[in-house]
């Protein structure tokens, strides 16, 4: 897959621990933030999916948000 340059901004803190690790792991940040970024992407087209679900089919029912929390732990 073809890659892109592209100039970005960290908090402090947040670089200082993202290369911490990376420089235990031996991995990349560009890796790393390609990996964050492509979850990100995933969670808000989840969202997005739910959303167009509750607007087609109503809500979800609390006993079934409880059953799926015990089965699913966050």
Do not use: C, Y
């Not at 100039?7 to 200082?16: K, P, R, T, Y």
């Not at 621990?17 to 979850?39: D, K």
């Amino acid at each position: 897959m073809a890659s892109q340059k592209r100039s970005i901004s960290f908090e402090e803190a947040v670089l200082h621990e993202a290369e911490e690790r990376l420089a235990r792991s031996g991995g990349s940040l560009s890796a790393f933030v390609n990996a964050a970024v492509l979850h990100e992407l995933q969670v808000t087209r989840g969202r997005e999916l739910l959303a167009e679900d509750a607007t087609e089919f109503g809500a979800i029912r609390e006993k079934i948000k409880a059953q799926v929390a015990a089965e699913w732990p966050a």
